[in-house]
């Protein structure tokens, strides 16, 4: 939203139907606004794995930026200090598995783009909060573009990405491909399977058996 103040309108109005559990403004400030034995409506409807419906099985996190409508901003390092700070305590308190700490975009691609390509999950994923890759690992032989589909889809299921069929293309199947690319290929959003795609995608789903 436009500023702090009227996002924290919003989430503690009733009539919004929006709330979350933690918002950090930009200064790295950790505001409470529902406990965390309730259920704050963050996520609506949303899948990811075997999960429907996350505001019942998730803790909301929002990071204060006018977003892609107003302005999109770089997250500041304070409040990402903070997030990493919060998430490590949240992790530890609920022994969260750390392929489960996702973005909006991730549960709910066809509604979502937040938190958007400027957020830093590499430098999350250094504290073991959620998912990346490692480049040296993406050796793969992938000269049949004609499996591309098949094969990203595959692996995005495994991952625990959901909104798509496997075998059965959909006009919604782009808004998939740019979330999964907004969180992995930042500099790279444009909802087509490149090979680089493919490959992160590949390295993720072996994660994901292996884990």
Not at 58 to 71: R, W
Request: glycine share 6%; hydrophobic share 30%; charged share 30%.
């Amino acid at each position: 939203m436009q500023s702090e103040i009227e996002s924290i309108k919003w989430l503690t109005d009733k009539r919004s139907k929006v709330s979350c559990h933690y918002v950090i403004n930009r200064k790295g400030k950790i505001l409470k606004i529902v406990s965390e034995t309730k259920i704050a409506w963050h996520a609506g409807k949303s899948k990811w794995k075997k999960f429907k419906n996350l505001n019942e099985n998730s803790l909301g996190i929002e990071l204060v930026n006018k977003g892609h409508k107003f302005g999109y901003q770089n997250f500041t390092d304070s409040q990402i200090k903070s997030l990493i700070n919060l998430c490590k305590k949240l992790k530890k308190k609920y022994n969260i598995n750390s392929s489960n700490f996702l973005g909006h975009s991730d549960i709910a691609p066809n509604r979502k783009i937040d938190p958007g390509e400027k957020f830093p999950w590499k430098r999350l994923s250094k504290f073991n909060l959620g998912l990346w890759y490692q480049s040296h690992n993406l050796k793969i032989n992938l000269n049949n573009k004609r499996k591309y589909n098949i094969i990203f889809f595959k692996n995005l299921y495994k991952i625990g990405y959901r909104y798509f069929h496997l075998y059965k293309r959909s006009g919604t199947d782009k808004k998939v491909i740019k979330a999964f690319q907004r969180r992995f290929c930042p500099t790279n959003v444009n909802g087509i399977i490149d090979k680089k795609t493919l490959k992160i995608s590949c390295f993720l789903a072996n994660k994901q058996i292996k884990s």
